[in-house]
């Protein structure tokens, strides 16, 4: 694995939504919390190293006090590490630019699934007032670098940050991950007609785009291809010639800290765990299913309880045999679409366990809370096939955890053929969440498959999962970022 940390005297700014650190009044004064996800971990080595800057909304109720007046701080609390600038944001603003158009217009769009696009004027105008002030942001803290920079914009929040960027005359390599699909330009076309070319023309602001598969990269080239007139595509190199420049388009698939998951399955309190599940649901022959979500209707989550009843329904053998734990995290509840799907969730599980419970047992086993990384490790050690049924998903990490925590290599990995996972891992049943009744089989197939195929699937996804971690993912991306400088250098000046 090359060397990221030794960045050829660069400083990375990195620009995300999510800050790293965010500090909240609590009973006891003011907490710190990091976000769930290896992201901040996977970086905070890098960020270090270079010195680096991490510009990002501070969401935090205490976030302000704990920065100086230009929103400035050093992380991680305590240590030295680097900078952190919080760019502050009014109601109006986060309701705008984040629940507004990017949560309501972008996702739904991305994800395809255009029953829950909504798209308002006041939305796209405060997504693009928001996208200045961080690029204005980002713009100060190249200036104050003291080494030369390379601004990593990250996802959707962001479209238009690279090209203000641009506009800034911003010296430096700019390029941007984008975590979630991309979808076909007949899709992007719902939105009002120059603004799905802006959000292009925004993207084309790097000098590399960065998506988990090649499905995403080629529908983004497709959607410049019809909808940006002058650009040229290279469909063989992946490339954008547009506006003088040569803009990369490149697959980075997202993983995980497989070594932290191992670990965390192992701990004292997730064994611990593990023997309760497999004591209380999967003794004697029995099974243990499980689902692992963030509440959103990309999951597929009524789809998957819709399969799960009728796998009860249709083999009553199943009933007392196979129990489904599901721990789906309440997410977004600002939004009503979101709101909808938790009741909707609530009533589908209630609903089946009147329908098929006996005195001693309950088909599915709820719960409706964040977990803390060991208990989810547990989980995923404990279980015999883990389900993923996302209508659309960039890449989906919960496949990867649950390969990662099944040490002892017994379970099964359902997963949807519309998960970016799917692209990539070679040993899951996989299923389409549209398709009621192969979906059933799919679960059925899994649960009747005999110990030795689980063994050999399992094995080679673990294998093929330690090859692909998040730093191998990291030093992939910022590798192919130093590529690009180096091609250019001596002629463009970039940077
Ligand atoms: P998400 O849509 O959030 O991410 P995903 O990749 O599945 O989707 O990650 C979810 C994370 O939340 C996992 O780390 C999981 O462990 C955690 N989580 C879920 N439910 C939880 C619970 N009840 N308790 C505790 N933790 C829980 C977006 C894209 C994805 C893409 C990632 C990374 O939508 O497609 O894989 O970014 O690029």
Redesign the pocket.
Known sequence: MPDIRSFSNRTLILLSNREPYEHRHGEMGIDVRRP??GLVTALDPTMQATDGVWVAWGSGSADAEMADHEGRLRVPPGEDGFTLRRVFLTDAEVDGYYMGFSNRSLWPLCHMLVQHFEYRTDYWNMYQEVNAKFAHAVADEVRRSPQKPIVWIQDYHFALAAEMLRELAVPALIHQFW??PFPPADILRLLPTGVDEALLRGLLGNDLVEFHTERYALNFLGCVAELVPEAEIDADTLAVHYDGRRIDVGIFP?SIDVERYEQLASTPESTALVERLRKRYASNGQRLGLG???V?YTKGIPERLRALCELWERHPEMRETFTFLL???PSRSELPAYRALEEEMLATVIEINERFKTETWHPIVLVH???SADM?AGAYRAADLCLISSLQ??????AK?FIACQTEERGVLVLSRFA?ASEEIDGAVLINPFNLDGFVEGIRRALHMSEGERRVRMHRMRRQLHDRTIFDWLAAVLTRAQDIIAEREPESGVA
């Not at 998903?393 to 919960?398: F, P, S």
């Open positions: 769930p996800g975590h979630i997202i692992v979500d963030r959103d721990v789906a995290t809370e964040n977990v989810l998903d960039g890449m989906n990490l919960v955890e970016g």
